[in-house]
């Protein structure tokens, strides 16, 4: 278990290598440049003063040099060239850490309502419990995100004027964006439940413990869910990562200061510093979570294991 | 004023002009006082760059500037409606004779920390920007000041520079020639004063924090929550601060159109400018609110790459421009929100005081009145000039467009419709993301593209003095020395009657007689205030910011 680990973070460290050389390449061969905003040819001089302040005068390689350096050194992504003065690694820890706590939020509620609603979908299959879950559900698949947030923006701000329309730091504030993005999830995890539930059902142990006389509870908490929550677990990895990175569209609809704006905007500026920072960060919690993600498959089913057996 | 990604109709253009505004005249108030708590909400649709004047060429921080800091002189609206040049930083001014010596008396004043405000803040923070090591992107504009160029490129130390404080109070700048503009550029940002002392201890940090910055301005900063919210608050070290009513302005951050709209619906901000006709009509049902149409100086202009084989040839480029209808494009396009433009200089700009669209000449109605043959003539004949093909049919062109979106792809297939009915020619569209297709624009790697010009300071001049030989900031391969000579004699022009009979000459040849670039129409958005808000200036270039405002009758 430990040598597969130890090889796993191997592995991990050359994979953000190559995401981070083929970012930094790719990205300063699309054309323009962090003064492209300026939408006016500007004098060579001013050009030429600017580039040579940000190292951009320097060749590609040398440029990609001296920031491995920088981050190996002293894990310094640089600062924004977009906005002066910001520290990337700083603007991504509060990003992040804003867009993780609306993330979480409508992470757990999405979750646990959709795995409770895919359990029941399960056990009352073609009744009306299963119709109208999965209509919801199927209306939470296929409302694009900005429709529902508008929708919920609508009702609740301007009609009802529950909630502020947009802003941050309040509970209140907070509401309508976690529901926005947790009935996605609610969607998701119930369709996956349903069917996995289904065929675990089917399955002969569950006769087998039936005919033994083990309540209808313990069946379901000892021997359907158990069996029947690997592919949730399967999509709760990368989407526990893409809470830190945040939701782009439900983040500029409530005004939510998360890292959804930088991975957006930040391609948009030529905003070469904050680029490369938001794609390590994600690449490197994507990775991680997958490695979690595998551990995790051992803990909850024992019959899968990670190394080969000797 | 710029601004990012001037395409596609200026779609943020007038967004971020929510701040500017007049006076709500004719709107009975609900109170006879001001309210006891004066505060403003607004919002912005991204954070300011940064609050350093050498960094800052963002129209957000831009205009958030103007509230923060204290120009040598401001640009403000009277009870009339016309614009006033008054003193602000300096007290009084004075230039010699020839106009190359510019001496100003600055006014007692105080920063936020308590400190006096002197000519060495002043000269230090035009100096700064000049300092290539700052490498500010709006350096260029303070080419006028003497040695600029060749502080600029590091070939004379940063001391050369025109610009000294010969005492506590005395500010002194010199030109390198006559500039008739210079005074529009004296209440810009580009000639902010900065502490010396507070860039030295921060560094490149300066203004990019509240707390790293010092302010001289009607309001000071307080809060700045990245990608939220940022909070003024009244500078009471300000020395006109008995006129500033105000104690609080907070700028939400809203980047989506329709929680702007539904914030203004539920009262969390007290003003929203919209660009749909949409937005329009609904508000102009709402009786608490003062529509007002601003006028934002930027032109949406097309433009001809003349290295080009095809329009290398004027009479091709005139027969594109004649093909377009202004009117119906800004009908069919804009939903008749904006203004159909016959010439580069967007309303509102002024020369003096004097608006000069509002007396110009517009050299593309010249052009329409003075051509008797119709467009797919005008091109046979360029075709034939050229030893082409002479049959439109058999041309095909392709129209450069940044963006992706679908505005920008409606307005794409609307040209390409116009040019196939009213020339017969086929055109193809290339739509880019907006830093390939600015790429495009710089290398000349085109054939005809769009965007918009926006006017940097208030002069008519600003949209042409790039049109000089040696710059083509139109990126079209065009020059012409007697153009050139004009713009060195309307840049060192004292006589404004004399002054706008020579940017019309440079109009006439730059639009009509070589037809380089075909203006379409000028921006414009539909502005909506509470009508308990109060001593808004409306004017394009008025930089009184929110130092009058004030609220009356809020509920």
């Known amino acids: ?310 | 004023m710029k601004l990012k990604k001037m395409l596609a109709g200026v779609l943020s253009a007038a967004l971020l002009l929510a701040g500017c505004g007049t006076d709500n005249g004719g709107n009975p108030s609900t109170a006879d006082a001001p309210d006891a708590e004066q505060y403003i909400n607004t919002y912005v649709v991204t954070d300011p760059t940064s609050f350093d004047s050498a960094m800052a060429t963002d129209t957000i921080a831009v205009n958030m500037l103007i509230n923060l800091m204290e120009p040598l002189l401001r640009l403000e609206q009277q009870a009339d409606g016309s614009l006033k040049t008054v003193e602000a930083g300096a007290e009084s001014y004075t230039h010699s004779d020839d106009g190359l010596t510019w001496t100003f008396t600055i006014r007692e004043n105080k920063w936020s920390d308590g400190q006096q405000v002197t000519a060495e803040d002043y000269a230090y923070g035009i100096t700064r920007l000049l300092d290539p090591a700052t490498a500010a992107p709006y350096s260029y504009l303070l080419m006028p000041l003497k040695n600029a160029a060749a502080v600029n490129s590091g070939e004379l130390p940063v001391e050369e520079l025109g610009v000294k404080a010969l005492d506590e109070k005395t500010l002194e700048i010199q030109l390198e020639g006559p500039t008739s503009y210079f005074m529009g550029l004296l209440y810009h940002t580009v000639m902010l004063p900065a502490r010396k002392d507070l860039v030295e201890q921060y560094g490149d940090q300066y203004g990019t924090a509240i707390d790293k910055m010092a302010y001289n301005g009607p309001f000071k900063a307080e809060s700045w929550v990245h990608n939220s919210e940022i909070v003024f608050v009244k500078n009471d070290q300000y020395w006109d601060n008995a006129s500033v009513k105000l104690g609080k302005i907070t700028y939400k951050v809203i980047q989506d159109e329709n929680a702007v709209y539904s914030s203004l619906e539920n009262g969390s901000i007290d003003t929203a400018s919209t660009l749909s006709k949409e937005w329009t009509d609904a508000f102009s049902q709402n009786s608490r609110l003062v529509h007002e149409k601003v006028v934002s100086a930027n032109t949406y202009y097309q433009y001809y790459n003349q290295t080009d084989p095809l329009f290398a040839n004027a009479n091709v480029r005139k027969a594109f421009t004649l093909a377009v209808d202004r009117e119906d494009l800004n009908d069919v396009i804009y939903d008749g929100m904006r203004i159909p433009a016959y010439s580069m200089i967007p309303n509102g700009i002024t020369s003096g005081d004097t608006e000069y669209a509002s007396i110009a000449k517009q050299p593309i109605k010249t052009l329409q009145e003075s051509t008797t043959a119709s467009p797919k003539e005008l091109l046979v004949q360029g075709l034939t000039e050229l030893g082409m093909d002479p049959d439109p049919a058999k041309l095909t062109v392709t129209l450069s467009l940044g963006g992706t979106d679908q505005f920008t792809k409606t307005l794409a297939e609307y040209m390409q419709q116009t040019y196939k009915t009213e020339l017969g020619v086929q055109v193809q569209i290339e739509m880019l993301d907006w830093g390939a297709f600015i790429d495009n624009y710089y290398n000349l790697d085109y054939q005809i593209g769009q965007m918009a010009f926006g006017a940097e300071w208030n002069d008519p001049l600003s949209m042409l003095t790039c049109v000089e030989s040696s710059q083509d900031g139109y990126c079209i391969g065009w020059g012409s020395e007697e153009v050139d000579a004009l713009l060195a004699k309307a840049t060192a022009s004292s006589d404004e009657t004399q002054k706008i009979a020579l940017i019309e000459q440079i109009e006439d040849i730059f639009l009509n007689q070589d037809g380089c670039v075909c203006p379409l129409v000028f921006s414009a958005s539909d502005l909506f205030t509470y009508d308990y808000v109060k001593g808004v200036e409306y004017a394009t270039f008025s930089t009184s910011g929110y130092k009058y405002v004030y609220t009356q009758g809020r509920k």
């Open chain 1, 1 to 310: 278990m430990f040598r597969y680990i130890l090889k796993r973070f191997l592995y991990m460290f050359i994979t953000l290598f190559c995401i981070t050389a083929a970012t930094f390449f790719l990205m300063h061969s699309i054309p323009g440049d962090p003064l492209s905003y300026m939408a006016k040819k500007l004098p060579d001089q001013t050009r030429e003063n600017y580039y040579e302040k940000y190292g951009l005068n320097e060749s590609v390689p040398k440029q990609f040099g001296i920031f491995l350096k920088n981050i190996v050194t002293e894990f310094n992504f640089g600062e924004s060239i977009r906005y002066p003065g910001r520290k990337v690694t700083e603007t991504i820890v509060e990003g992040a850490g804003v867009s993780a706590a609306v993330g979480f939020q409508a992470l757990f509620w999405g979750v646990s309502i959709g795995i409770i609603l895919g359990v029941i979908a399960a056990y009352f299959r073609n009744r009306w419990p299963d119709y109208l879950i999965m209509f919801i559900a199927i209306l939470g698949v296929t409302i694009p995100v900005f429709v529902f947030a508008s929708l919920v923006q609508y009702l609740f701000t301007v009609k009802l004027r529950w909630f502020p329309t947009t802003g941050w730091g309040s509970w209140k504030e907070m509401v309508l964006p976690v529901i926005t993005l947790a009935l996605g999830s609610i969607a998701g995890y119930a369709r996956y439940m349903k069917s996995s539930v289904l065929e675990t059902i089917n399955q002969d142990y569950i006769l087998t413990a039936r005919a033994k006389g083990v309540s209808e509870f313990n069946i379901l908490r000892r021997h359907v869910l158990r069996n029947s929550i690997i592919p949730a677990v399967t999509i709760l990895g990368p989407e526990i990562a893409a809470v830190f990175t945040g939701a782009f569209v439900t983040e500029k609809m409530f005004g939510i200061p998360g890292l959804g704006f930088y991975y957006v905007n930040s391609i948009n500026d030529r905003d070469y510093t904050m680029i490369i920072g938001t794609t390590v960060f994600y690449a490197i919690l994507f990775v991680a979570v997958q490695l979690v993600v595998d551990i995790l498959y051992g803990v909850i089913d024992p019959r899968i294991t990670l190394t080969k057996q000797e």
